[in-house]
């Protein structure tokens, strides 16, 4: 009887550390995948964060008219600090995922060269800037800058800089799917300046 009640004893221990065994992994396991939802899905460094600021409007403020289609609809002025040294080419892309359907996208631009820090406001629709930067196409169907023009309600509008470590090299009027694929595994970071508009009526 004693045996028995020993052998129970000891196999009910080493179930015990079984157990524990497999909780450590999964905890661990959970740790690397926080740690992992930062890098590059086709990298493994990780992505360092810098900051993205306009001069017209404060991070989870109100973007001015001027700056939407109730105005004159031009670009607003945004400016960064210092990305990583590796860096070749900056993109932006800004789109509003409070739209009825989909995510509206309303600028994608990109191979802006790696001495820019900022951009003024009023950037023309063009294939091409002056410094080298492309116009990608936005979901209006044109090039350049499409500001807020909510049908309804408060929109978010999320202006995203990446910093890369190559110029993407793809011709004007590129989609903001197809600059997420061409920079896929080239992100070395990331910045978000994140602006609200309602229309007046």
Known sequence: MITKRVFFTKSFAILIVLALSVFGCNSAGNRDHSITSTVDSQSTRVLNTMKLESSVFAANGLIPGKYTCDDVDTSPPLSWDEPPPET?????????????????????????????RQLPENIQPTKTLPNGGVHGKND??????????????????????????????????????????????????????????????
Request: aromatic share 12%.
């Open 88 to 116: 070749a080419s900056f993109a932006l892309i800004v789109d509003d995922p409070d739209a009825p359907r989909n995510t509206f996208v309303h600028w994608v631009l990109y191979d802006l060269p790696a001495t820019v």
């Open 140 to 201: 209006f169907g044109k090039l350049g800058y499409g500001g807020p023009c909510p049908p309804s309600g408060t929109h978010r509008y999320f202006f995203k800089l990446y910093a890369l470590d190559k110029k993407l090299t793809l011709q004007a009027g590129a989609t903001k799917k197809q600059i997420l694929a061409a920079m896929e595994g080239h992100i070395l970071a990331t910045a978000e300046l994140m602006g609200k508009y309602q229309r007046q009526r």
